[in-house]
């Protein structure tokens, strides 16, 4: 049995893709005392990977050269040599663009069959946890107030947006063009949603958050975040929650910020992150498995399958081609590797 | 008699100076039934004053041009026909560049005789109000900690520096020249003040900060606040006070901001303004008060004489060539102008 692997080739100039992998096969190593095997069945694609195979610290290190590409999976223990991880359960952890892993306890969570590979991937990790976290214990949703959300047809803004309407607030999404700006809309409910390439966006924003932004949850940064900036509603709240504008640029040390409104309106900004939180995944995602059995909050992902494919789905993924979380299979429904 | 004002005569390029004022004079008025006269004695200058002399919009509004050029003062009311304002009583107000001012009793406070001319227009306003207030109301000092301010010689900066001390906090200044920075470390007693101005500035900052800023208090923004950034701990807490890099400079609107530090330490931004709590006013001086009686915080202002030469002080103060408050008296000791 052999593993197939992507291991990071070299640094991208600008969006990293299948040029800056290489496919790496080798065969499948016996366990030792206190491991397991784990099957691969489905990825999660973030932005964090990609901005890891460039040469900057953010909150987390750089990939090295020939490292393996890690990221967020659903899997099966295949084989045993642990008693904490039996044999058939399936778990979810950061394994990497790989069929199968190696693992101690530590690294994974035994995951229940009340929900799905997709719902695990998405929901109840980063894409669901990140604005229910960055919402309950920093920002507060207030009826009647409105919600701005940048990278709003995304993985994580497809939830904040769902999130602040189920909270009462007034949503505004901001997002790249005519399909996901409709998507928003129609599919997710906002109120409106503003396309950051059109000519006219600082106009629309501006209109859109006729009463002041009271929160902005900001996946993007950049200049888009400066255009926020000057609709803020007085002691706004802003979570600064992704970079992807300084991760996509060549220089991530600096953002232009619009201090002069985020200073005149008071407001305060909140760098956000969800591992500072671990303690509550498990409450958290006892409140989100909730609102997605009463079908309150909605999965809207990108389904893509084949390990070989997942390099240039990152490129495209990166280059914002794709709606709400990318996920690609990894096995057929008889476990045969794909 | 007669009354001298200073007005906006022009905007400035840069710093405002004696270019950008008209000195007119006037005779002064009949007072109306509920009003009351008061002769200025004492005047205290802000880097708002120059802000305002340019025409952009912060949190509050530019000077007109023709506009008597407004700040904080003290003086006594010699003339009354307003029972709530009765003659001889000391006040504190807005009430600008002026010899006398008409007055309504909500523009000014009456103050006791329990602090100087000095002391209302300094430990109990805005140097001694606003740390007081952003420290105690947001940020929360905590010993053992370290507190950064920049514009630490300055009129908000040695009061910040002090409650910084009292707090049992390690307190780093940042001041422009060795006069300023040995001002902080001997007189106010940081533990360390760096020269902005040197070519060893980052490093001497990095050095300083060996263990991460917990709070920096921010007077002054710009490359300053970015070189800050590099050095947060963890979950550190920036109070946005005053933007004097941006104020001074021809592009109000932009810093630019690293925000990949702000980021990756988790902190917290807080644009502040003392003016959003005017209801503790009065409970922040009863505490200021008891500090300075106990001589647990000390005074440390430039003092200058003149009405004349109000604008020429100006040019000096924004163009950073003085320490602490600086105060002009336009009566000397017999209650004649000077």
Chains 1, 2 share one sequence.
Not at 143 to 149: S, W
Not at 316 to 327: P, Y
Not at 332 to 337: A, I, L, P, V
């Amino acid at each position: 049995m052999q593993n197939r692997q992507f291991i990071l080739k070299s640094r991208p100039e600008y969006l990293a893709g299948p040029e800056n992998f290489d496919l790496k096969i080798s065969p499948v190593l016996p366990l030792k005392q206190g491991e397991a095997r784990v099957a691969v069945e489905m990825v999660a694609l973030s932005a964090w990977q990609g901005m890891r195979t460039k040469d900057f610290k953010n909150f987390i290190r750089p990939f090295d050269l020939g490292e393996l590409i890690d990221c967020d999976v659903f899997g099966k223990i295949i084989e045993t040599k642990c008693s904490d991880l039996p044999e058939g359960v399936s778990v979810v952890g950061r394994l990497g663009w790989q069929d199968y892993a190696v693992i101690k306890p530590e690294q994974v969570s035994i995951v229940s069959k009340e929900f799905s590979a997709e719902e695990w991937l998405t929901a109840l990790s980063s894409p669901g946890q990140t604005p229910y976290l960055a919402l309950s214990q920093v920002a507060r949703p207030m009826p009647g107030e409105t919600l701005v959300v940048s990278s709003a047809a995304g993985a994580i803004g497809v939830y904040t947006v769902q999130l602040g309407l189920l909270s009462g607030m007034r949503v505004i999404g901001i997002a790249g063009g005519s399909r996901k700006t409709e998507f928003v809309t129609t599919k997710l409910g906002a109120h409106a949603c503003v396309d950051y390439k059109s000519k006219s966006f600082k106009a629309d924003l501006a209109n859109a958050c006729h009463d002041g932004a009271n929160i902005y949850f900001d996946l993007v940064g950049g200049e888009t975040a400066d255009a926020v900036s000057e609709n803020l509603a007085k002691n706004a709240k802003i979570l600064m929650v992704g970079r992807v504008s300084a991760n996509n640029s060549n220089d991530p040390e600096w953002d232009p910020a619009n201090m002069r409104h985020v200073w005149s309106q008071e407001a305060t900004i909140y760098a956000f992150s969800r591992y500072s939180y671990k303690n509550l995944f498990p409450s958290v995602n006892a409140k989100i498995g909730r609102l997605l059995k009463q079908k309150l909050l909605k999965m809207h992902n990108t389904n893509f399958s084949g390990f070989e494919n997942t390099p240039s789905i990152l490129n495209q993924m990166l280059s914002g081609q794709h709606v709400g979380k990318v996920l690609i299979k990894y096995a057929d429904t008889k476990g045969n590797r794909i």
